[in-house]
């Protein structure tokens, strides 16, 4: 039996995300137009599943592209959408709104390559950021036991949770891939023994995204 259900979603394709810039909170512009199309795309596989055994709750990080793809999922489901500081991703400090390539340079390596120092000046270190992540995802686990919950998020709070869920020690050098308007499921299932473990029931589905036409996407 599953009880508790937990479904990420990457946010849409953001301008930052295009611009190769460092989309913290003071560079963020919201997403293109294949981002609303994505968002638009997965809302539409998600009002399926809703139907037939609806979400309890739909949270968001205070991002602008994170708030735009939960607001397409909010009206298409028709249920209200809950921003929470602290699904806002990692802090980047100094490195906001600075080309990735320049941050990587000065850094000798992205946020993983170093896992316990910052990036930037001001910034999270990844590891850190993990901890932090996990520890609210967690508090989220307890409050929403029994219920199906939703996040729009960004790629590294679904990376939170598969090292939270699959206990994966703080620090590993192996990572998971998360594609933009991605969906990534985890169940928790109670079996007739009374044993109880999460399941990870797919990671990175893009499988509604494929047929996206043109007219859609703007191009």
Not at 111 to 135: I, Q, V
Request: proline fraction near 5%.
């Amino acid at each position: 039996m599953i009880t508790t259900e937990l479904v990420f979603v990457r946010h849409g394709e953001a301008q930052c995300n295009i611009d190769g810039v460092v989309g913290g909170p003071r560079t963020c512009t919201g997403l293109t137009n294949l981002g609303y199309a994505q968002a638009e795309r997965v809302a539409l596989r998600l009002v399926t599943e809703h139907r037939a055994k609806p979400f309890d709750a739909l949270y968001a990080g205070p991002r602008i592209r994170l708030r735009q793809t939960a607001e397409i999922i909010s009206q298409a489901l028709q249920i209200p959408m809950l921003v929470d500081e602290r699904l806002d991703g990692p802090v980047h400090g100094a490195a906001d709104g600075l080309p990735w390539t320049d941050v990587k340079n000065a850094a000798d390596g992205g946020p993983h390559a170093h896992p316990d120092t910052p990036w930037a000046k001001g910034s999270d270190t990844w590891n850190g950021y993990l901890e932090r992540a996990g520890g609210f995802l967690q508090q989220l686990l307890e409050r929403h036991e029994g219920e199906r919950v939703l996040f729009a998020a960004h790629g590294e709070t679904v990376v939170a949770a598969n090292t939270l869920l699959l206990g994966v020690p703080i620090g590993s050098p192996a990572g998971f891939a998360v594609s933009h308007g991605s969906i990534t499921r985890w169940q928790h299932h109670l079996n007739r023994l009374g044993q109880r473990r999460w399941m990870l029931d797919r990671h990175n589905d893009t499988e509604h995204l494929t047929t996206l036409t043109a007219a859609e996407t703007g191009s």
